[in-house]
């Protein structure tokens, strides 16, 4: 298998401090992981291909990420961080495609998910900075909770050039059981053609101690429907993921909620979309 990974982050606590990681729940992540600690765990899945992702709001971090791509045979992609309500955006997005590794540039993403305002996608000068994006030829990742899916469907219906790929699935509410208003929001996301979703995250978003594939289905059986494989892309979120499985758990279970695929269906999820949307 040639799979792709299409989300994961790495992290050093000496370089930068990540503050979300507070608190005893997350102490099991609060420690460094970088691309030597991914690599074995991916490929023993068949995992040949990354997309790195960033993790917090600052402007270092992506150059970072694309030197650490530039020397990897494993990251053929780095989903990087630049503010979007910047006068200069386009400026900066053209700075980064020159550094080195700067051909492994796919993509930006900021945490609109800590955002308060619930259309922060729609506002005008975001608009203007994710038109930005998408004249330099990158995709947008959106890491977003579901009462902000109707801005974001906005964002994709004013702007057809860019293609918006929703991490975690939204962030539906698996722990709870519920599937609204998730399930009605991201359905409405979908109907816009721009649009990829990601089969990730749904491990932390579900009781970490006793969720089950079979507990997935549901979240993962809604996104296929609204979406189809050919727009749908795994990511394990390691290594995020850990705090509720291995990265051989979470691609098993990946694996499971899609089993009643074809294999040219299960191919564009593990491999395909992700390749053809981020340009791999």
Known sequence: ???VDAHH???DLSVRDQDWITGPALAPIRRNFGLDDLAPEARAVGVTATVLVQTICVPEETPEFLAAAHGSDL??????????????????????????GGDRLVGIRH???GEPDPRWLVRP??????????DAGLVYDLVVLPEQLPAAAEAAESLPQLTFVLDHLGKPPIAAGALDPWAGYVKALATRPNTVCKLSGMVTEADWDSWTANGLRPYADTVLDAFGPGRLMF???WPVCRLAGTYGE??????AVTDALSEDERD???GTTARRVYGL
């Open 1 to 3: 298998m040639n799979a």
């Open 9 to 11: 982050h790495i992290w």
């Open 75 to 100: 990251v053929a992609g780095v989903v990087g961080w630049t503010d979007l309500t910047a006068p200069g955006i386009a400026d900066t997005l053209a700075a980064l495609c020159e550094l080195p």
């Open 111 to 113: 945490q609109v998910q």
């Open 125 to 134: 000068d975001v608009l203007r900075g994710l038109a930005a994006v998408a």
């Open 235 to 237: 990511g394990s979120d």
């Open 250 to 255: 979470v691609f098993d279970a990946a694996r």
């Open 268 to 270: 564009e999820v593990f």
